[in-house]
């Protein structure tokens, strides 16, 4: 990889990392304060993960399509896998410097079950570039 693509890659990846973020920051605006007190922490984070699902496969398809020329398999992944630890960078520096909690307690403190939605949604976060770029160099 030349250290133009390298550039280009995180770029890319930054982009798409600030894409997820923004729409999870503005789904948080509506959660905490509205659907948590009334519903509970884990009942309002299973409504949110669908609308995250669905920011993921849509801004991983735009930028998978962005990624046409010049970048192979590897680069896009590279992206995603990229944006996808932007992404626990954010949770750690949440956690650890506006929350006072551990390292170990910004992973573990999590619901055992929205939590693992939401591990699931960084791992398609981190794949999403790629697999929705699939099939797409012959059609576009």
């Known amino acids: 990889m030349n250290f133009h693509l390298i550039l280009r890659t995180a770029r890319w990846g930054t982009i798409y990392f600030a894409i997820l973020f923004g729409v999870g920051f503005a789904l948080g ?3 905490v304060p509205l659907l948590e007190p009334r ?3 884990r009942a ?5 993960a669908p609308l995250m699902f669905l920011a993921i496969v849509l801004a991983g398809r735009w930028i998978g399509r962005q990624l046409t020329g010049g970048y192979s398999s590897g680069a896009k992944l590279a992206v995603g896998i990229l944006a996808a630890g932007l992404i626990l960078g954010a949770d750690v520096a949440v956690g650890v410097g506006l929350r006072s909690m551990t390292l170990v307690e910004v992973f573990s403190s999590r619901d055992p079950v929205s939590g693992f939605v939401y591990y699931m949604l960084i791992g398609l976060s981190a794949i999403a570039p790629w ?7 012959t059609s576009d």
Request: charged share 15%; hydrophobic share 60%.
């Open 131 to 137: 697999l929705m770029s699939l099939g797409r160099a």
């Open 29 to 31: 605006l509506i959660r």
């Open 44 to 48: 309002a984070q299973l409504i949110e």
């Open 39 to 41: 519903l509970g922490v």
